[in-house]
């Protein structure tokens, strides 16, 4: 099984995502890691990425995802899917995977972004983030809004794993 926990930059993604994953024992990828070189300097320089450039970042996701998916393993993946193209891209045909969808308010993310030290995104593109968002809608299969407000990352991280009635793997 794959889990992708999904949401805006800031939203807390890596960090749930990863307690999830440790307490699975499962692996854990930071979408981030995929992006080709170009998209961080673009983002590092406050430009926001396009469908276009997003394409082949999540080309190379879903084929990461099949290869998890196809040794039988189970994984964690972080990742933004703020579109529900994204969101249908990475799930379509992944019967093996689920996706949880941080929800979190502009003014706290704001205040998380901010906070960080040493990431690529920069706060200009905060609201870029906002406006490319497209909430998960009700009939979307297999994507499980979580509201994050007032909510420590390993109460979010037990939460998850209790909906979704996982096991250590």
Known sequence: MILVVAGVAGSGKTTVGQQVARRL?????????????????????GLPLTDADRKPWLAVITSWMDDIIATGQSAVLACSALKRSYR????????????????????EDATRVLARRGHFFAEPLLASQFATLEPP???????????????????????????????PG
Do not use: C, S
């Open 25 to 45: 024992r499962w692996t854990f990828a930071d979408g981030d890691a995929f992006h080709p070189a170009a998209n961080v300097a673009k983002m590092r320089a």
């Open 88 to 107: 249908d891209e990475l799930l379509g045909g992944r019967d093996e995977a689920v996706m949880v969808f941080l929800m979190i308010n502009q003014d």
């Open 137 to 167: 809608e009700p009939d979307e299969r297999r994507v499980y809004p979580v509201t994050t407000a007032d909510q420590q990352p390993g109460q979010l991280a037990a939460d998850i794993i209790a909906r979704l009635g996982l096991r």
